[in-house]
């Protein structure tokens, strides 16, 4: 977590994330995180002038960033890349799990299904999208801030893809992604009381779809899964669906690890 971001929950470098060769990744190019909703005067200076954020990519849902939109940061392209928006898209996420509702369009979804649904094809044109422009913002030395609604899956998904490219292994990828859960226990009452409402005021019922919410290591395997399933191997993922070349790999490693 950010020491120096405190009105923005779940904001990280990936820099220092170990990869392949005894290297690392290089800090100060990818940051990940939750909404810039509710962005402090003093966080947005930290992240324009000290982090030196040039790119915000917002991977969530229109009606999400309508709902909540970022704080604008001066000097910083923003880039609304969704993953499910049934307008910009033509997909929309509408499968709750048991005993819940959909609540206007927020609904509870069952961590399994939704991670294997994000790797449906037009969500994963979608990723594609997004990581070009972290890359490209790399390639320039422009650092990028990419998030989604609280930073813990969508926005899990794109770091994983980044650290993919750069080289990690799945356990270093997965030690960032549970660092997730460090901010959200400290924050726990707001996620408790969106399921208490998409339960219809069951308490038993929010609680358990709360701890299931927790950033844990089947949600990775079942993206993984689902992705072999679906495209052969991660490794064939990379290349014909995210348009990631041997070529292209080899310069990212090169400019953003150390």
């Known amino acids: 977590m950010s020491p120096d971001v405190h009105s923005v929950a779940n904001v990280r470098d990936l820099g ?3 990869v392949a060769g005894g290297r690392a990744v290089k800090p100060g190019l990818f940051f990940r995180g939750s909404a810039l909703v509710g962005l402090s005067p003093h966080d947005k200076e930290t992240l324009v002038l000290r982090k030196g954020i040039r790119h915000v990519v917002d991977v969530r849902c229109g009606w999400e960033r ?10 910083v392209a923003n880039h609304f890349i969704p993953f499910y928006d049934l307008e910009l ?3 929309e996420y509408t499968h709750p799990t048991d005993g819940t509702k959909i609540v206007g369009k927020d609904v509870a979804c069952e961590p399994a299904h939704f991670y294997r649904s994000m790797t449906n094809p037009l969500t994963v044109g979608q990723m594609a999208k997004a990581l070009s422009v972290m890359l490209r913002g790399a390639q320039f030395g422009e650092p990028v801030y990419v998030h989604c609604s609280g930073g813990k899956d969508r926005a899990g998904v794109m770091s994983l893809l980044v650290l993919t490219v750069l080289g990690a292994s799945r356990e270093a990828i997965l030690e960032d992604y549970l660092l997730t859960n460090i901010d959200r226990d400290k924050n726990i009452e707001p996620i408790y009381q ?3 409402r998409l339960a219809g005021g069951d308490e038993r019922k929010a609680r358990e779809i709360t701890d299931a919410h927790r950033a844990i290591p089947q949600n990775l395997e079942t993206f993984y899964s689902a992705i072999d399933e679906s495209y052969g191997s991660m490794d064939a993922f990379m290349r014909n669906q995210m348009h990631v070349s041997d070529e292209l790999r080899v310069q990212m490693r090169g400019i953003c690890t150390c």
């Open 66 to 75: 309508e709902a909540k939109p970022d704080v604008e940061l001066p000097g």
């Open 16 to 18: 220092g994330i170990p």
């Open 194 to 196: 969106r399921f208490l």
């Open 89 to 91: 898209v033509g997909i």
